[in-house]
């Protein structure tokens, strides 16, 4: 059954992309920038997604881990100086 983790895959990358997108909506009437952060880490996630689609279903015998690995350090590289910096208001 390859149908299933497919799905499941596909549903992750839609919740990451609908996270990111509400936060940018909220940065947008907010200017809060911890929001615009978090919207680009939510961005990356889903960017995670499909390489993992592309490691465990449509690439099966080749082993795309370390750009997976690579995608969610990027993202967290993103968000933790956010984090750090960002005043309380």
Known sequence: MIIAPIVIYSLCMLT???CAWLLLQAYIKTRYR??????????????NNVFLVLDKVVFPDV??????????LTGLM????????EKEV
């Open 16 to 18: 990451a992309l609908t």
């Open 34 to 47: 911890l929001l615009f952060w978090c919207s680009v880490f939510f961005c990356i996630a889903a960017m």
């Open 78 to 85: 993103i968000l933790l100086p956010a984090l750090i910096l």
């Open 63 to 72: 082993d795309l881990m370390v750009y997976r690995y690579a995608v969610a």
